[in-house]
């Protein structure tokens, strides 16, 4: 490893002084010499993010074709097509290149993320070399480079300022901080601070919104925050879903039990001089009718249905098996900042004079009201509110406008909130602003923490000021009270400290507003920000979406644990979270807390931890980590970069569609469309209905099955007649498997799922529960179809009419099972009959089909089927219906044990 890239991991830039930085770096305030600079670029290589060679699109074709269950569905169609049964054979060859192809897709698509992350890298960067100023590629950058930034460059690589006038860096998609970050040079002696807290720091893919400055390159390409990034984007696992594994298992299972079963068998056939050649047709027939190979187009038909629903309801799915992964979720880490809150900064408290006012109304659209004591405020009865609120106007620049019946700023969030709470009150911003025209400004600075602006007014000149609290106290000499202007003595003083300290406490931003007249217009702008007179202060916040609060009690009451994570500070945190509901019984823990424990410590305490503050990507990665590793199925929400690898890494990455970086939609599973919290618990409800869709259509799947085997068994073992034909158990299959099966996937949701906890995913998709139902459900069938075919040979009927009759009996006896599988603890009595048009069209056309083949001569001839007469007919219908009575029963009985 060469020296500088030592220096990069072991160094604290932001901890160091200017001079130490450029010590370290051998470099000085007049950059780097062209030949120094060339030598370091071939000890260190190209400022660029590098990405490591995926599969190629062929290979990746080809693995979606390596499970069990898609390889026994192959071997199924080849033997379809040996004995002449076309259409069965194309049916699962189609169903199996749907499969692969939707596969292929998803795994393609979710490769981009890299790409997205090098095109936020900026092409270009200014620097100093042999003490002059050029323009170069942004990958010929090098450590010790001293690069020149300013408003609306993108920052090319990280760095030390070195030099800082009024610069304000956006790095929302980085830290997560939803306002610019004021930037100084001056050293910050905690080696440990949060990114969000490196003042003097600029890294990587961030943008200049406003001022300039000089910076020392420290760090380049996977070196910057943004490369550690992409590497831990790199090296994130593509987790399977629960869903994919637990196919996996069950359809190799079924396979091996499948070929077992009909090889036994078969030999028991052989065994009681059934000719080998028909008992062999008859064994594969049997296999393949056991091998449920409609499983992939019932699992993509439910996941489609359902990612077309989940549009409706605001989010957009990336990748099919997430949406199933979403119904088992039972952790929701949510960022805060337009997620949960609404991202419109708000005032929600002012006190002027010797009173408190309370501000109602959330957001940009000026409805709401003044309030003291719950009791509505005229403007005109508050000279002091409306002095301050006048002042606060005319000293920001931030617009409010109304498009298309929506109302937003262009400008900074701060001034925006104050512009509102102005036209709550009644007072227009155009207005005061033509009365009070601006003839100067004093622009905001970090290092200054106000903003000063000069007015004229009846031939006067004013200055309004507004910023932190302490520095416009301490620049005042008076103060407004009641409309007269009042010395400012130490116990008013005391006063506006102690309110400004509770709005804090409420996590309230509290910005103090000032005001100076003077008799002439001056050069000297310090005389327009000292001896001015107070006229208060305002508390704002980023409030919570109104309809969060109700989605946050839908999680619980579904066993799911909302946890907040944000770069926000730890008391602003606590306060959104307890106003919503988050922070009940639980801790909050800021990024340096977290840093203190090791991994046995943290693992400890993640569960009782329900807010995370000034968090890092590394932190959020540690959180999701810990959590999965801990058995919780993690949903995991983002919008920066940072954000990305620790989308990537949980088990549902859900980006924002709004504010999102293309970084983190390319690494998601899910986007939302509204950046909305609300719309991450309507898509687990749909992923809960899609994943009990599946297993209902397995249930009636394998009861029905199982039935026929069953049934089978005992003819066999009794040494009865084989009651179906091998073309006979094709059809059955076709039509079950096929038809109403598939149907089954578009049952709509049980309006009572989210009142149910999430499932256990070790489980499995067939629980204790639901075997216990399948094997019931198929000695039922079992029972009532051998029973009606030894009535039928006991009544003296030819062999060939006993086998329609058990042939149709267990059709029937199946599509009355169809509709017992619509729901497991709900009767169908309390169902809507006609919600599931498909499943009623299904079971009509299935019997339709059975019917036919009933009445057509060549097809009687073809399926071995003979005329019945009516009390035949009857009596087999009958007796079918009894598994629709009997299971009916078993859910009055069993109500709830599904849970």
């Known amino acids: 490893m060469s020296e500088f890239s030592k220096l990069n991991k072991s160094l604290s830039w932001h901890a160091l002084s200017t001079e130490e930085c450029l010590t370290n770096l051998q ?15 071939t000890e260190l290589g190209r400022n660029e993010l590098i990405v490591e060679k995926g599969e190629s ?41 749907l499969a692969g192809v939707l596969g292929f897709i998803q795994e393609f698509q979710a490769g981009k993320a890299i790409e997205a992350l090098r095109k936020m890298a900026s092409p270009h960067a200014h620097v100093l070399r042999d003490s002059k100023e050029m323009l170069i590629e942004a990958a010929d950058l090098v450590p010790g480079d001293v690069m020149l930034i300013k408003m609306g460059d993108k920052i090319p690589a990280d760095g030390r300022l070195i030099e800082s006038v009024n610069l304000r860096i956006e790095e929302a998609a980085l830290t997560g901080e939803s306002t610019a970050s004021e930037k100084n040079s001056l050293p910050i002696p905690d080696s440990n601070a949060p990114l969000g807290d490196r003042k003097n720091m600029v890294y990587m893919g961030t943008t200049v919104s406003y001022g300039r400055g000089k910076v020392l390159v420290s760090n380049i390409g996977m070196q910057t925050e943004f490369g550690k990034i992409a590497g831990m984007l790199q090296s994130g696992e593509n987790r399977r879903t629960p869903l994919q594994e637990n196919l996996d298992g069950l359809g190799k299972r079924l396979g091996i039990f499948s070929i077992a079963l009909a090889t036994i068998m078969s030999l028991i056939g052989i065994a009681h001089d059934e000719r080998v050649a028909k008992m062999f047709t008859w064994g594969v027939a049997l296999a393949v009718a056991i091998i449920p190979e409609a499983l992939p187009a019932v699992v993509t038909i439910s996941l489609a249905l359902g990612v077309r629903r989940m549009v409706k309801r605001k989010a957009l799915i990336r990748k099919l098996p997430a949406v199933e992964t979403l119904g088992a979720t039972d952790i929701i880490c949510s960022d805060k900042t337009g997620t949960l809150t609404q991202d419109e900064m708000t005032i929600r408290e002012i006190y002027c004079g010797t009173t408190l006012f309370h501000v109602s109304g959330a957001g940009y659209t000026p409805q709401g009201s003044i309030l003291v004591n719950g009791l509505e405020v005229k403007i005109a009865e508050s000279p002091d509110l409306q002095t301050l609120l006048t002042a ?13 019946g929506v109302w937003d700023i262009i400008g900074d969030p701060t001034e925006g909130a104050i512009v509102v709470a102005a036209q709550k009150a009644g007072l227009q911003a155009d207005d005061l602003k033509q009365k009070l025209p601006r003839v100067q400004e004093i622009p905001f600075s970090s290092e200054r923490k106000r903003m000063t602006t000069i007015h004229r007014s009846s031939g006067k000149i ?4 507004k910023g932190a609290a302490e520095i416009i106290l301490d620049s005042c000499k008076t103060c407004l009270v009641n409309g007269q202007t009042v010395p400012l003595t130490s116990e008013i003083k005391s006063e506006i400290m102690h309110q ?92 340096q807390e977290l840093e203190l424990l090791n991994d046995d ?13 000034r968090i890092s990507p590394e932190h959020k990665m540690k959180i999701v980590d810990t959590l999965m590793r801990k058995g919780h199925i993690v ?7 940072n954000d990305a690898p620790s989308l990537k890494r949980a088990d549902i990455g859900v980006a924002m569609g709004i504010t999102g970086t293309d970084v983190s939609k390319e690494a998601a599973d899910m986007i939302l469309t509204d950046d909305n919290f609300t719309s991450i618990v309507n898509a687990v409800e749909e992923g809960r209905s899609i994943f009990d869709n599946i297993r209902k259509y397995l249930l009636f799947l394998l009861s029905g099955n199982m039935g026929t085997v069953f049934a089978l068994i005992f003819t066999l073992m009794t040494k009865l007649p084989i009651p179906l034909s091998a073309v006979q158990i094709l059809f059955i299959n076709f039509i079950m498997d096929g038809l109403m099966a598939i149907a089954l996937g578009m049952e709509p949701s049980d309006p009572r799922i989210m009142q149910k906890k999430p499932r256990r995913v070790q489980e499995g998709i067939l629980n204790q529960y639901t075997l216990i139902y399948i094997g019931f459900i198929g000695i039922l069938i079992a029972i009532i179809c051998s029973g009606v075919y030894v009535w039928a040979i006991e009544s003296k009927l030819y062999r060939d009419d006993a086998q329609t009759i058990f042939f149709l009996t267990l059709i029937f006896a199946r599509l009355f099972n169809g509709f017992n599988c619509r729901s497991l603890d709900r009767s169908i009595l309390e169902m809507n009959f006609f919600s599931n048009w498909p499943l009623l069209i299904s079971g009509i056309l299935s019997l339709a089909m059975s019917l036919f083949i009933v009445q057509v001569p060549i097809l009687k001839k073809a399926f071995a089927i003979s005329d019945i007469d009516a009390f035949e007919w009857f009596a087999l219908i009958v007796a079918s219906s009894f598994v629709l009575f009997v299971v009916e029963l078993w859910k009055r009985f069993f109500k709830g044990w599904e849970n």
Do not use: W
């Open 27 to 41: 470099s000085d305030l007049s950059g780097l010499s062209q030949d120094e600079a060339k030598k370091r670029q």
């Open 500 to 591: 400004s300290f509770e709005m804090s406490e409420n996590a309230l931003r509290v910005l103090a507003i000032a005001q100076k007249s003077v008799d002439e217009e001056t050069t000297e702008f310090d005389n327009y920000e000292s001896e001015m007179t107070f006229l208060g202060i305002v508390g704002m916040i980023d409030p919570p979406r109104p309809e969060v609060k109700i989605a946050i009690e839908k999680c619980f009451s579904a066993g799911i644990k909302p946890i907040m994570i944000t770069g926000d500070h730890k008391i602003t945190a606590m306060a959104v979270a307890k106003e919503l509901g988050i922070l009940r019984r639980g801790k909050a823990l800021s990024g």
């Open 462 to 465: 004013i200055s309004f000021s």
């Open 601 to 613: 410590e943290f693992e400890y305490l993640v569960d009782a931890t329900e807010v995370y503050a």
């Open 392 to 404: 606060g106007t005319v000293c920001s620049d931030t617009l409010l406008q109304n498009t298309n």
């Open 635 to 641: 949903a995991m929400t983002g919008d920066g970069v």
């Open 57 to 97: 699109p062929f290979i990746l074709l080809l693995n979606q074709f390596k499970s069990l269950l898609i390889i026994i569905l192959i071997v199924a169609a080849v033997i379809s097509f040996y004995m002449n049964d076309v259409f069965e054979a194309y049916s699962i060859i189609t169903i199996v290149i």
